[in-house]
């Protein structure tokens, strides 16, 4: 796969897991950086979730975990919103933070609950 057809599928695939409008405001960053933003929708996105091995909410799932994991708070909202796209309720994303309770600590899980609730707030 050339590096348009990459891109191409990162842009396909975000589109199943986020609004036109998340797009948007996300892809403002090629504004900063096109070459960063091609990395990140060309090998992220076109690569790494497109594969088949993982449905996008089983990679989700792992984000989530791995975000909460190093503390990376910054782009937990992101990823939050993109599980309940692609059908993960909100229950599995409370569950899902409670189970990393118990490995990387209760600060971190605390952290995580609450841009999680400000994200299923906004959904209602």
């Known amino acids: 796969m050339n590096k348009e057809e990459r891109y191409d599928l990162g842009i396909k695939t975000l589109k199943k897991m986020i609004s036109d409008e998340s797009l948007n405001t996300i892809g403002n960053m ?9 990395m990140i929708v060309g090998f992220g996105y076109g690569e790494v979730y497109a594969r088949e091995g993982l449905s996008l909410s089983k990679r989700e799932i792992v984000t989530i975990t791995s975000l909460i994991t190093q503390g990376a708070f910054d782009q937990l909202e992101f990823h939050i919103r993109a599980a309940l796209q692609v059908g993960l309720s909100e229950n599995d994303i409370i569950e899902i933070i409670i189970q990393c309770a118990a490995y990387v600590g209760f600060p971190k899980a605390c952290q995580a609950m609450i841009i ?9």
């Open 30 to 38: 090629k504004n900063i950086s096109p070459d960063f933003w091609d």
């Open 116 to 124: 999680a609730g400000k994200v299923f707030q906004e959904k209602e």
